[in-house]
């Protein structure tokens, strides 16, 4: 306790204050990945079972996307309801368990309304660039995509560089089959993202992040 106590007195009043500000930015960065582990996993899923989807109705249900070719949007909007709706429940129980009462419920809006947007983005954007048209439409999932790992980046760089990774690897996951597995391109990607929300869902309870 002595000694404990000599090294208190020692720090410098900008130590101090550095000391302070790091311990108050890993509890606001804990906040805002509270939960995580369980969201990434459950994203993995849900996005996964998309492609699987997109693939069967490329292939074993061809016939049903040719007499209904609208039938991605509510597809992906069922799926993309159910992520959100998990990830908010998920969030906000994590948040409250760390830190419960006004803090984590703020916290745990904030982050919410990030992943509103980004998933807003996903369906806007390729709206008004004019892709929801029957020559655009193929074009949609690569736009989406790309809006959605952009999202991952962003918010690993301010909260946790961790996720920004997975969110590399979720945009790898996609493109990269799409242009060397050909016909099985969907089927490659439902496999590969599947596997990087694990590993950084594993990667990320290693780290003691969420």
């Known amino acids: 306790m002595a000694r404990s106590d000599a090294d208190a007195s020692?720090?410098?009043?900008?130590?101090?204050w550095r000391a302070i500000h790091d311990t108050?930015?890993?509890a606001r960065s804990s906040l805002h990945v509270a939960g995580a582990t369980p969201i990434l996993l459950l994203w993995g899923v849900i996005v996964s079972l998309g492609?699987?989807?997109?693939?069967?109705?490329?292939?074993?249900?061809a016939d049903l996307a040719a007499d209904?070719?609208?039938?991605?949007?509510?597809?992906?909007?069922?799926?993309v309801g159910a992520g959100?709706?998990?990830s908010a429940v998920i969030g906000h129980r994590a948040g409250r368990a760390i830190a419960p009462g006004s803090g984590g419920q703020a916290a745990g809006v904030r982050v919410f309304l990030f992943w509103l947007a980004v998933a807003s983005a996903a369906f806007l954007v390729p709206a008004a660039s004019g892709l929801w048209t029957e020559d655009g439409a193929s074009a949609i999932p690569r736009v989406a995509i790309g809006i959605v790992a952009l999202g991952y980046v962003l918010f690993g760089i301010v909260n946790a560089p961790v996720i920004a990774v997975v969110g590399a690897g979720?945009?790898?996951a996609f493109y990269l089959p799409s242009y060397l597995a050909g016909d099985l391109a969907l089927l490659v990607s439902a496999l590969a993202t599947l596997a990087v929300s694990s590993l950084g869902a594993g990667w990320i309870r290693l780290r003691g992040a969420a």
């Open 24 to 26: 108050m930015e890993r």
């Open 170 to 172: 979720i945009a790898a």
């Open 84 to 86: 959100m709706a998990g």
């Open 10 to 16: 020692a720090l410098t009043p900008e130590e101090g």
């Open 68 to 79: 209904d070719p609208w039938i991605r949007a509510p597809l992906w909007g069922l799926l």
């Open 51 to 61: 492609y699987l989807a997109e693939y069967l109705l490329e292939t074993a249900w």
